[in-house]
C-alpha cells in the first residue's frame, strides 16, 4: 500500500465559496481536502510538496459546453479565414493555401464585416485553388463555398437540399459536401488536429470538452478517434455527444453520454437557416429551415429517456423553439414528468427564447448549453443580428438573465470552430451582455462555464467543477491582475462588494483590462497544461 501523496498550493488566491478568503489549498491522491489559510495548511500538512503560488489565482478549470474538435484542430493548424474582408482576400488566401493532392479545409469567412458581401464564384475558387478540393466553411459552420473538385466527390449534391450551382452550399446539400470533405482528410491529419484542439483547450485553462458530433457533423470514425485520444494521460477530458435521430444503439457503441448535440431541429441566424415565426428582414423571401417538427422531437425525447440517456438538439429560431416545447409536451404524456426530468435533457444554443418557454424547459430539467461569444460577435445595434432580424428581435436574442431566472441551467460553451475557446471572454461576454438586463453577474457567468458544465454532462454530485474538500482537483492557476466583484446591475455590486457577504473575486473582466493568462491547468491532480515553475 502506497502512502497518498498530498500537494499543498501556498501564497495565493483561492476561488472557493467555503473559504472566500483563501490563500492556500491541499489536494491529496486527486481530490482538493482542505481549503484554507497559509499557516494552518503548513500545520495541518507537513509533509506536502508546496507549490508556491506568488500571488497567483487559483479557481476551478472550464469546462467548454460545446465543441467540434476536428474542425477546430484544422482551423488551429491550417488557414484562418476569420480576418477576411472581402472576396478578393479570400481567393488570395485559397491561392496561398492550395496544395496539390491535400483537401484545403478552412473556416471563419463572414461576409456580414466585409468592405464588399460579394461572395467568390464557383469558378473563381476552381481556379484559386488549381483543381484542389475546398472546403470553406462560413463562420456559424451552416453553409460552405467550395470546389468543383470536392463537388465531384459528393454524390447527390446537386439534387439535394440547398444546392447551389455557384454560391454557398446549404442544408441537406451542405451536409453531403462535408462529408465527402471528412473523407478526404487523413487519418493523420485528424489526429494531428484533434490533439491541437485538445492541447489549445488546456492551456486555456480547461479541463473538459462536450464534443458535439454527429453523422452530419464529423461521423463516428471522427468520435471513436477523439474519444481515444482523450484517454490517453495529459489531456482534457472529452464528453461526446451524438446527434442522430435514432441513434440510441449508435451512441452506446461509440461511448457517447447521450443522443444530444447538433441533432438539427433549425440552422443558424448566420446562413438564414434558423427557423422564424417572421421572415428575414434582410431575406424577405425565407423564415429559414425547419428540419423537425414536434412529433418527431417527442419521439426522439421519449426514446433517450426509456434508454437512460440524454437527448439534445440543436435550436435556435422562435419557430424552432417553439416546435421543442411543444415536442417536451408530448414527450411528458408518453414517459411522464419525473422520468423526463431525471435525465436532463440539453439544448444547445436556444437563442430566441421567451420567458414562458424558460420556465417550461426547466421543469422538464433541460440544460441550456449556451454560447455568450454569439452575442459579442454579432449582437449590439448594428451587428449581424439586427441585419438578420431587425432591432426589436435581435435585443431579445440570449436572454440569459431571464432564462436563469426561470429555472433553467445555463451551461457556457464556445461552439468552437465558430467562436474561440477563450473562456474568460466567454465569462466576459455572459457578464457584459450587449442588451443591457440580458447578461448574468459575473460570478453566475463563471458557475456557467465550470460547475454547470458538469452538471450538464450529468455529474450531480454538488462538488465538482468548485474548489471545496471533497472536490475532484480541477483548477487553474492563472496570472491574474486585480480580483474585484462585479456585475453589470449596480444594485447587486452595492450589496456584494461588502466584505461580509463573503464572495470570493474574479478577475476584472470590464474593457480594456488585462486577460489573465494561463499558468497551470490540473485535472484530477494531473497538470494537462503547464507554464509554472515555482515551487515552495
Known sequence: MTNARTTLLLGGRIYSPSAPDATAMAITDGTVVWVGQDGPARALHPDAELVDLDGAFVAPAFVDAHVHATATGLHLTGLNLANIRSAGELLAAVRDAARPGQVLVAHGWDESRWSDSRLPSRAEIDEASNGTPVYLSRVDVHSALVSSALVALAAGVHEAPGWSADGPLTR????????????????????????????????????????????????????????????????????????ERGGVDTARALG????????????????????????????????????????????????????????????IGDAAVAEVVEGFR??????????????????????????????ALAGWGVVASVQPQ??????????????????????????????????????????????????????RAGTYHRTPGSGLSARA?????????????????????????????????????????????????????????????LPNLTEGATPPRCLRTVRGGQVIHDLFTRTA
Open 374 to 427: 454569439f452575442d459579442a460577435e454579432w449582437g449590439g445595434t448594428h451587428g449581424m443580428y439586427v441585419d438578420r432580424l431587425g432591432g426589436e428581435r435581435a435585443a431579445k436574442l440570449n436572454p440569459f438573465a431571464a432564462m436563469a431566472a426561470e429555472g433553467l441551467l445555463l451551461a457556457f460553451g464556445s461552439d468552437a470552430p465558430v467562436t474561440p475557446v477563450d473562456p474568460w471572454a466567454t465569462v
Open 256 to 315: 457517447a453520454r447521450g443522443v444530444a448535440g447538433d441533432l438539427f431541429v433549425d440552422g443558424a441566424l448566420g446562413s438564414r437557416t434558423a427557423a422564424l415565426h417572421e421572415p428575414y428582414a434582410d431575406a424577405h423571401g425565407t423564415s429559414g429551415t425547419l428540419y423537425l417538427d414536434a412529433a418527431a422531437i417527442a419521439e426522439h425525447v421519449g426514446a433517450c429517456t426509456e434508454a437512460e440517456l440524454q437527448a439534445g438538439f440543436h435550436v
Open 330 to 359: 408530448l414527450a411528458e404524456k408518453t414517459v411522464g414528468r419525473r422520468a423526463l426530468a431525471a435525465r436532463h435533457h440539453r439544448l444547445e444554443h436556444v437563442e430566441m427564447i421567451d420567458a414562458d418557454q424558460a420556465k
Open 172 to 243: 441537406d446539400a451542405h451536409h453531403l459536401v462535408r462529408a465527402a470533405m471528412r473523407e478526404a482528410i487523413t487519418p493523420q491529419q485528424r489526429r494531428e488536429a484533434q490533439r491541437a484542439f485538445l492541447a489549445e483547450a488546456a492551456a486555456r485553462g480547461v479541463v473538459s470538452v462536450h464534443e458535439c458530433a454527429g453523422p452530419d457533423i464529423s461521423g463516428a470514425e471522427d468520435l471513436t478517434d477523439l474519444l481515444a485520444l482523450a484517454s490517453e494521460p495529459g489531456l482534457p477530458e472529452v464528453v461526446g455527444y451524438w446527434g
Open 445 to 505: 457567468s463563471f458557475t456557467a462555464h465550470t460547475r454547470a458544465g458538469h452538471r450538464a454532462a450529468g455529474v450531480n454530485d454538488g462538488v465538482t467543477g468548485s474548489l471545496v474538500p471533497g472536490a475532484p482537483a480541477h483548477y487553474a492557476i492563472w496570472d491574474a491582475e486585480d480580483l474585484v466583484v462585479a456585475t453589470p446591475d449596480s444594485r447587486v455590486q452595492r450589496w456584494s462588494t461588502d466584505p461580509r457577504a463573503g464572495v470570493p473575486p
